[in-house]
């Protein structure tokens, strides 16, 4: 399975591409804002919160998470803010 992560990923684009894409995708979506649970309950998507401008804490939160899933992320989408 693709894994696609995606920096403003609780935004109205964001959603709309991972309800709109037919292919099957593990989704982690990146954002500062609070996680929307009844959007994220699909096991298919990891929610993490945080800034994308600060790169060190950004890096340690996908260090960890490659550690716990073996990451490998296929593709990166920045919606804008």
């Excluded at 298919?44 to 260090?63: C, F, P, Q, S, W």
Aim: hydrophobic share 40%.
């Amino acid at each position: 399975m693709k894994t696609v992560l995606i920096s403003g990923g609780l935004g109205a684009l964001s959603k709309n591409i991972v309800k709109t894409s037919k292919e099957k995708i593990r989704w982690i979506l990146v954002d500062i804002v609070t996680e929307d649970k009844s959007f994220t309950a699909d096991p298919n998507i990891t929610y993490v919160k945080a800034d994308i401008r600060d790169g060190l804490k950004l890096e340690d939160v996908l260090k960890n998470m490659n550690n716990e899933m073996d990451l490998v992320i296929d593709g990166i989408v920045n919606t804008p803010a």
